[in-house]
């Protein structure tokens, strides 16, 4: 079974510029998130989404970042305009059912892709 | 709120030693816990997991036990191994929450020969 996979592993940028991440998680999982990943630091939540609805996007600067998951599959991640700050790993995850109820299981990793804004 | 706090790295270890890495958590309801493991050029994966408290998770020689008095879920290994060098994420997940995940900062482990 494939894995979560993203896309590119490695971007570097001039600050200003834009740039996307993609990622296609595990066939049929419903939950999918977005983290941001600094130096020596763990994971932070950027955006959740339950299908194709964001259901939680409290962490997401919205001023310069977007996410869109058409169709409930793909997510693609935006940041317009890129700053020095924005450097980190962005992590893409996903999970079967991350709905209340009972489910606090298991969260599926992409490799990541890396960000330098230089 | 929610959150986890874990003992700092890194880590040096020799081969065969026994590790312990702290992890202790704040949370505003019953979370469940775990252990992610991040090796060198890889993504996170789940190590172990416990869902409620007195549950011991346990994975590749890895234990670690949901104790609620003392709001702690303690990585441990009785002989590490060179290939167990990576980072080490404790992290909750609260119903409460929307189960949404809180990850500490992570503990690198580095095992020599």
């Known amino acids: 079974e494939a894995g979560v996979v993203q896309s590119p592993r490695y971007k570097i940028i001039e600050k200003k510029q834009p740039v996307a991440f993609w990622c296609n998680p595990i066939s049929g999982h419903n939950t999918l998130y977005w983290y941001r990943q600094n130096l020596g630091q763990g994971p932070e939540l950027l955006i959740r989404?339950?299908?194709?609805?964001?259901?939680?996007d409290s962490q997401l600067p919205k001023d310069r970042f977007s996410a869109e998951r058409l169709k409930g599959v793909d997510s693609t991640l935006k940041i317009q305009p890129a700053e020095l700050g924005d450097s980190a790993v962005y992590l893409c995850?996903?999970?079967?059912?991350?709905?209340?109820?009972?489910?606090?299981?298991?969260?599926?990793f992409g490799e990541g892709s890396r960000l330098t804004v230089l | 709120g929610n959150s986890v706090t874990q003992m700092e790295g890194p880590v040096t270890l020799s081969e065969e030693a026994f590790l312990t890495i702290n992890c202790t958590y704040t949370?505003?309801?019953?979370?469940?816990l775990f252990w992610y493991v991040q090796y060198p050029g890889e993504g996170l994966q789940l190590l172990l997991k416990?869902?409620?408290?007195?549950d011991k998770g346990s994975n590749k020689g890895f234990e670690a036990t949901y104790r609620k008095e003392t709001t702690s879920f303690h990585l441990e290994k009785g002989s590490v191994q060179v290939s167990d060098s990576a980072v080490y994420f404790c992290a909750l997940s609260d119903q409460n929450t929307g189960n949404q995940f809180y990850f500490g900062t992570g503990t690198s482990l580095t095992v020599i020969p």
């Open positions: 949370a505003t309801g019953y979370p469940s």
């Open positions: 416990a869902t409620k408290a007195d």
């Open positions: 989404y339950e299908n194709e609805e964001a259901v939680d």
């Open positions: 995850a996903s999970s079967l059912d991350g709905l209340a109820g009972g489910d606090t299981g298991e969260l599926f």
